[in-house]
Structures are given as C-alpha cells and as structure tokens.
C-alpha cells in the first residue's frame, strides 16, 4: 500500500441539534481515489469542510502526512498539500481563464514586494514561468477555449474543468472534488473520469464528493458511505453496491433521486467500460 496521506480519526461536528459529521474514521493514500456518497443531507460536505478548515471539528482530529492539522485555518491547510474545489463553482468571473488558474499559484509562488513594483526582470520571469505553468496544467485538463476569455463566457463544463486546473496549479498532494460531474454532459463525465485517473498518476489522491454512481463505481478504489453523518460502509466498488446497509440508507430517504441511485447500485455488474450515467 502507498504512502498514508490523510488520517481521520473520529472526527465529528454538529448544527444545533444536527449531527452532520458523527464520528467519521477514515484515511487515503498517495496516488488513491476515494469517494464518499451517501444521500443527500448525509454529511458529505461537511466532512470536506472539516478537513479543510471551513468548519471546526467538535471532536476527533485530522492529520495529513503525520502533521496534526485539525482546527487548523483553511490557508495553513492548503498551504500544507490540501487543495478543493466546490459544489458551485467559485472562480472570479472576471478574470481570464489564465489569471484563474494564476491565482490559484500566488499562494505558492511568493513575490519580492519591490520587484512587483518594480516590474524588475526577476518579477517578469517569475510571471513568465507562473504564465507556462497555467497553461501545462490547462493543457493537463483539457481546456481548450480560448485562455484569454474571461470565465463568466465560457460554458459550465469548461468553468468546471479551470477550476480544476486551479486546484492543481497550487501542486497539491491531495485534491478534493466536490461533486465535479453535477451539470455535465455524458461526454464531459467521460472525460472528468480520465481527468480523475491522470491526477491519481501523479501520484495526487483524489476524494470524490459525487451523486453519480456510474461514475463513482467505475473511478473509485475505495467508497466510504455516510448516512445522517455516520459511516455506514466501506469497500471497494463491489463491496459497496452489495452492502444491504448501503441499499437500505438509499432506499429510505424520500426523494426520487436516491431511489434511482438505490437501484443503480444494486443492478451495477462492474462490467461497465464507460462512466457518466446522467442523473
Ligand atoms: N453551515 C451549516 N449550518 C447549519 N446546518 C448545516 C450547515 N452545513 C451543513 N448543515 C447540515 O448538516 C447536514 C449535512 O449537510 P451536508 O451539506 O454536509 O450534506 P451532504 O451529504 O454534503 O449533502 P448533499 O449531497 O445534499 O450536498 C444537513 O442536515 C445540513 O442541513
């Protein structure tokens, strides 16, 4: 097995009565993608939220490659090898798609105060260098509009895929995706998948937030499942679409969504060779 990462031990939160996180255990790898399900309300997002410092866990702790991070602010965090991207989207509308994912370097790449003033030539090659840098990483993800657009023109399935790219260009260890397939197209999915499988490459773990099965099944080494903040199950693809506590938690919540993820999972045969089913 490669190298431990991310240590969640008992890690918990809560919102007036409403345990969102209940005592959540879990780790990840180098190079693995994990996902985490559950139904909606379950507290997948929490749980990200927790890791990265958005939210403060009530109980247990977080570690990332042997260093305690829990309660830690969300830059100490990212600067430590953690990068995310969110449901909805956050980047700066205004800005190209270059200076997006530029801005997703200037917490890594510190500029001397007075060359900035300056525009010396130290500061031009390190713009430079910032400048090839984005463009690698957008060339990585596939983005192939026009990079001196600004983001608010492009379409949401290339928005998603810069903020990838931005997420990357912090060079993380580990990536956490928030739901990166919702809103898009059966092609986009396929394509998100093989993004997916080449940050693993590189040795990036990835954790996936995601609603849609196909997807998840077919990118994920390991599934946790979470219902009403508790881990329920935790296996391999094969494992998780068997587990009768897993079938059950999908089948017992009202909305139509999770019963078609309910049934998805349980009719799953791993044959599968393409990703994407539209939710
Ligand atoms: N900031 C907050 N304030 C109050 N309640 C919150 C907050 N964040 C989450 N919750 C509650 O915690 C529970 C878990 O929510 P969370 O968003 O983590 O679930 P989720 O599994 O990510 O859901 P979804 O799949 O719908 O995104 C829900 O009951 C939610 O209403």
Known sequence: MSKLLLDVRGMAVSFGGVRAVDGLTFSVHEGEVLSVIGPNGAGKTSAFNCITGFYKPSAGSVSFDGTDITGKRPAVIAASGIARTFQNLR??????????VRAGMHVRIRQNFLDAMLHTPRYRR???????EAHAWLDFVGMEYDRTAQIRNLPYGEQRRVEIARA????????????????LNHGEKEQLLGLMRRIAALGIAVVLIEHDMGLV????ERI???SYGKEIAEGTPAAIRSNPAVIEAYLGVEDE??????ERIASETGSRGTAGVES
């Not at 390190?126 to 090839?132: C, L, Q, S, V, Y």
């Not at 990357?168 to 990166?180: K, Q």
């Not at 099944?217 to 994920?220: H, I, L, Q, R």
């Open 168 to 183: 990357l260009a912090r060079r993380p260890r580990m990536l956490l995706l928030d739901e990166p397939a919702a809103g």
């Open 217 to 220: 099944m077919e990118v994920s």
């Open 91 to 100: 980047l700066f509308g205004d800005l190209t798609v270059l200076d997006n």
């Open 126 to 132: 390190g713009e430079d260098t910032a400048a090839d």
């Open 257 to 262: 969504e999770p019963h078609a993820e309910a």
């Open 224 to 226: 946790v499942v979470l």
